[in-house]
C-alpha cells in the first residue's frame, strides 16, 4: 500500500512540474522587449506586466486615456490580439 501511494505522488509532483514548464516563452516566440515595444506602438504608454501563458504573451498595461487593460498577445508577431479593460483595477479605490 505505501509502494501505491508513493508512486502517485511521485507522478502528481512531476505533473505538477510539467504545468511550471508550460508557462515559458517558446523558441520562436519574439523576445519579451521586442514584445513590449510593440504594445507600446500600439497606443499603450506602460506595459506592467507581460508573462508566457497559455501558448500566448498575457499582460497589463495603461492606454493613452490611462485606462488599465488586460491584454493577449501572439508570442511570434506581438500583435494584441485580445484586450479588456481590467477590472480588477476599476474597483479598487485609493485610501489617501
Known sequence: MKAKHMIAGLLLSV???????A??????WMPKKEVEAKIIESGYT????L????G??????L???SEK??????PRTGN???EEIDREEVGRKTID
Open 23 to 28: 508557462d515559458q516563452p517558446g523558441s520562436d
Open 80 to 82: 494584441i490580439i485580445q
Open 15 to 21: 505533473a505538477g512540474t510539467g504545468f511550471a514548464w
Open 63 to 65: 492606454k493613452l486615456n
Open 69 to 74: 487593460y488586460r491584454f493577449r498577445a501572439d
Open 51 to 54: 508573462d508566457a501563458e497559455n
Open 46 to 49: 506602460a506595459v506592467s506586466r
Open 56 to 61: 500566448e504573451w498575457v499582460g497589463k498595461g
